[in-house]
Structures are given as C-alpha cells and as structure tokens.
C-alpha cells in the first residue's frame, strides 16, 4: 500500500466535511472516484472473459431472445458502486445478480459467487440442459483477484481525488475572499 495512502477514518470525515460545505464539489469527488473505478471494472470484464471454457464460442452478441453464456454473463454484469451515507462513502465493484440473471437467462442468482469461488464446494450443472448428463463446474476466481491487484492504483486515485477536491475548495473560497 503506498505510503501517501489516506486512511478510511480520514476520507469519512473529508467526505463528511466536503458534503457540508458544497454539494456540487461533493458531485464531484464522487465523478472522480467513479472514474477511478471504471478502468477496474473494464479489467474486471475481461477477466470474466477469460475464463477458460472447453467449448468454442462463436461470438458474444445477443440477439433479440437470446441470453448470453455464463463468461458473457459474468462480464456483462460487472459494474461499480458508489453509496455515501453518513458515515462516509463507500465503492463497491461487483457483479450484480440481477444484471447477471437478466442476461443469462439462468435463474440460479448465485453463480458468480460459485465462479468467484465463494462458495465451498463446485457446483453441478447439466449439460446443455440435458439431464441425463451432469457435470462438475470448478470455480474460476476473477473478480477478487483483478481488484486486489488494482488496489494500490486505486488508493493513488483516491489521494488525487481528494487532493483534487481540496484545491477546487481552496478556489472557491479565494473567489469567496480574495
């Protein structure tokens, strides 16, 4: 983690602070930090794509009607949440369950946990909807993995963000007392 890191208690009360003074500069730092995070959510997709699959796919488009495949899926439902409260604020970077069942078409809401390995044991599926033949998925972790690696540029974005916002402050109150 780098050394110029700022620590959650202290963003909290920064976000706290900036949500008093001026909403518009509070829109702001959220953009920012949004910012931020959509390289890593785009990273995120491409992990999910790559995936190892046995079988060969001849393309991730969706017709009208049609679902996606599970990586398809995976990817099409990663997306990047922003909650302030007050408390502070919070980003998540996720795969949305709904997003995902949407797409695919499956109706078991958990199988990313399953693909991220968040749940103990493989699952088992039948092939092609055939039930007479079933088989045994392994997981496959991506999420975790892109965003831990990520971490650091993150926490780099988080210091600009900030640093950012205390200028654009320190602006506004010279225009406010020169």
């Not at 785009?42 to 679902?67: C, D, F, W, Y």
């Not at 990520?150 to 205390?166: A, M, P, R």
């Amino acid at each position: 983690m780098a050394d110029d890191a700022i620590k959650a208690e202290e963003f909290v009360k920064f976000y706290k602070a900036v949500s008093q003074i001026d909403p518009e500069l509070k829109k702001a730092l959220r953009k920012h930090l949004m910012s931020k995070v959509a390289p890593i959510v785009e990273e995120v997709r491409q992990a999910a794509l790559a995936i190892p699959s046995n079988r060969e796919v001849g393309g991730t488009r969706k017709k009208k009607g049609q679902t996606l495949g599970l990586r398809a899926s995976l990817a099409a439902a990663a997306k990047a949440d922003f909650n302030g409260t007050g408390r502070g604020a919070v980003v998540h970077i996720r795969i949305s369950k709904t997003r995902f069942q949407a797409v695919s078409g499956k109706e078991n809401r958990s199988l990313p946990h399953y693909m991220e390995g968040r749940r103990k044991r493989p699952w088992r599926h039948p092939v092609f909807g055939n039930k007479e033949v079933w088989v045994e998925q392994s997981s496959h972790p991506f999420l975790g993995v892109t965003v831990w690696k990520n971490q650091d540029k993150f926490i780099k974005g988080v210091s600009d963000s900030v640093e950012e916002t205390i200028q654009a402050l320190d602006t506004a109150m010279k225009t406010i007392n020169p």
